[in-house]
């Protein structure tokens, strides 16, 4: 077992990230409507392009990869793929009763080796990789997983048993693999911003208190599950993210920083600088000006409460608000999503474009959906010249590598064994390097 780097350099390696959403996190999502397990034949391929997607290809990496993106999150739902039958009482009734039908603690074979296709498809481009439990929680009612005591009391042991069997198919893998415990897990109030703002009068101290408690229980069993089944996942990069990712932007309200305040650091056998935060952001763009000052309130935020507890911060997904009906939405959102790409990396803090940059029919080419944004991004990051004058600037055939140079691809996803005598350009260590 090779010595993991820390959660500090993942966060600086992964540079751009962009999740592969409405793809293996697609599912009926209504209990009263279970719509793809009624009229399907539940393969993986019709989750995958259930909501509008088309099936993975490894040639939608390699776009994103010669783009300057060096991360790709990947949501997975895991209840349809697990025990439950499914089996509904009429050909027009599509409810599920999980008290009656249980989604038991197996995960079924296919869908965990289609999982493991698409994150073999990422790592061969020579990208980080984090891959989560999705759509488990948030708003549905099909949401199994949510942060209060008594959901907590009558699920942990299914959520360990599911991250024991992820962590076990993944356990050789290298740092280029993270694990993320779980998405915006929710109150039984389904309140979003704070816990326990779905309660009546928009608060209640109790109810809160639980659902932070359950949050930081969640996360310390899903490290203690992943590091148990040891190899890799001794020390492997893991995510946790705060109540329902909140990243504590605003201040409409005195409880919009309590998911920051709360969110404890899981204790972690492999020791320090091995786990990340991740919070999530939406914000408006319509005021220009303001939306750039509430970043910089929200970054110092999360430095004031999450980074000083001793590990970073990723923004897992991020966007901007879907409003696009006054004049200047267009040039807004484009002058704003190159602004937080800045920012971010000068904080030090990741980011993962929720999908939008390659959707529908436009994966199958592959072609970006969006290349303006595209290019807003990647100049975010790299500079006015974008990616190719980005790197030529910070790489070079001289410079070292504080780290060992055993990991080398080609554009291709190829791997390099001899990568010092290697010209032109390679994939080392997750970044892209010009060799004369």
């Known amino acids: ?70 991360a790709i999150r990947v949501p997975v739902t895991w209840y349809p793929h697990m025990e439950a039958k499914f089996k509904f009482n009429t050909s027009s009734n599509s409810i599920w009763y999980p008290s009656k039908d249980d989604i038991g603690t197996k995960v079924q074979t296919a869908w965990m080796q289609r999982v493991k296709e698409i ?11 984090i891959l989560n439990i999705h759509h488990d929680t948030g708003a549905s009612n099909t949401a199994w997983l949510v942060a209060d005591e008594a959901t907590y009391t009558s699920q942990h042991e299914r959520f360990e048993a599911i991250w024991q069997q992820i962590a076990e198919t993944f356990r050789d893998y290298d740092e280029h693999l993270l694990f993320e415990a779980y998405n ?64 504590g932007g605003g201040n409409w309200s005195s409880h919009l920083q309590d998911p920051l305040k709360e969110m404890l650091l899981p204790n972690d056998p492999a020791g320090e600088g091995h786990i990340i935060f991740e919070v999530h952001s939406y914000p408006e763009v319509k005021n220009l000006n303001n939306a750039k000052n509430e970043l910089q309130n929200n970054i ?7 980074v000083k507890k001793g590990a970073p911060v990723i923004f897992g997904e991020w966007g901007t608000s879907t409003e696009k009906a006054y004049e200047n939405y267009r040039n807004n959102m484009l002058e704003f999503a190159r602004y937080f790409v800045q920012q971010t990396k000068q904080a030090g803090m990741g980011t993962f474009y929720w999908m939008g940059l390659s959707d529908g029919a436009d994966r199958d080419n592959p072609v970006f959906t969006q290349p303006d944004l595209v290019d807003a991004i990647t100049k975010g990051y790299y500079g006015d010249g974008g990616y190719a004058d980005g790197i030529r600037s910070t790489s070079n055939s001289t410079g070292k590598d504080k780290r060992k140079d055993d990991r080398c691809y080609d554009l291709s996803g190829r791997r390099i064994t001899n990568s010092t005598e290697q010209s032109g350009i390679i994939i080392r260590n997750g970044k892209k390097v010009i060799r004369q």
């Open 184 to 247: 915006e897990m929710l109150d039984g109030d389904r309140s979003w911003c704070f816990a326990s703002f779905g309660a009546p009068g928009n608060y209640n101290a109790a109810k809160a208190k639980a659902a932070y408690t359950a949050i930081n229980n969640y996360a310390q069993n899903f490290v203690d599950a992943v590091r148990a089944t040891g190899g890799n996942n001794a020390q492997r990069n893991l995510v946790v993210s705060t109540y329902g990712a909140c990243n």
């Open 119 to 129: 994150v073999d498809y990422v790592i061969g481009q020579g990208m980080y990789c």
């Open 300 to 306: 110092n935020d999360l430095k004031k409460y999450l």
């Open 1 to 70: 077992m090779t010595s993991f780097e820390s959660s500090y350099e993942a966060v600086e390696h992964m540079r751009l990230g962009w999740n592969l959403g409405n793809t293996l996190d697609s599912n009926s999502g209504d209990t009263l409507n279970m719509w793809i397990e009624h009229w399907t034949d539940c393969t993986p391929a019709v989750y995958e392009k259930a909501w509008g997607q088309t099936v993975v290809k490894p040639e939608l990496f390699r776009l994103f990869k010669e783009a300057g993106f060096n």
